[in-house]
């Protein structure tokens, strides 16, 4: 069974930001599996479904970014599986924008979200995949994180979304080491 979390900021006024490229990608996850996520349960958006004859959960958090650990907080807890086999994906300011980077586990660089999912997990030994979005070029980070990305900018995160759903499945699929050998540039 895995869990797999995508970071973002629930609502309208959010969608497309560069802090909610985690949920684009379990959007993109929702269609290539056939995993409609659309129930509230565990402070998220969810859906159930199966993949090769693994039960998987897609989780949104509704909690907003910096509190996205009581979401995987009580999901984790109700299935009770091994953090190994909870993968969350998440921006990450530090990378170009559409570089991806899968770790088997680690801080969380700064990460408010991942701060949350850290403490109230107790741990950092969980995978997860970050996507470039890039620094803020006037030093804004709050600005930037809830702006929308540029048409250019656009396009390369179109394709790191569809490549990020891609590393998940893989991680599922393969293991986390093939995932990281391919994925990881």
Do not use: C, W
Request: hydrophobic share 40%; no cysteine; net charge negative.
């Amino acid at each position: 069974m895995y869990i797999i979390a995508g970071l973002g900021n629930p609502g309208k006024e959010y969608e497309g930001t560069r802090h909610n490229v985690g949920f684009m990608v379990i959007d993109a996850l929702s269609k290539k599996l056939g995993i409609e996520v659309s129930r509230l349960k565990f402070k998220s958006l969810m859906g159930e479904g199966h993949f090769k004859g693994e039960k998987v959960i897609l989780l949104k958090p509704q909690t907003f970014m910096n509190l996205s650990g009581e979401a995987l907080y009580d999901a984790v807890n109700f299935y009770k599986i091994p953090l190994e086999n909870v993968i969350v994906v998440y921006d990450d300011k530090d990378l170009e924008v559409g570089k991806i980077r899968i770790r088997r586990k680690g801080s969380s660089g700064g990460h408010n979200g991942m701060n949350s999912i850290i403490y109230l997990l107790n741990s950092e030994d969980f995978p997860r995949v970050r996507i470039g979005i890039g620094k803020p070029e006037d030093g804004d980070l709050v600005r930037h994180v809830l702006g929308r990305f540029s048409d250019e900018e656009k396009k390369v995160i179109d394709e790191a979304v569809e490549r990020a759903a891609e590393a998940v499945i893989d991680i599922m699929e393969n293991g986390i080491e093939h995932a990281m050998s391919r994925f990881n540039g």
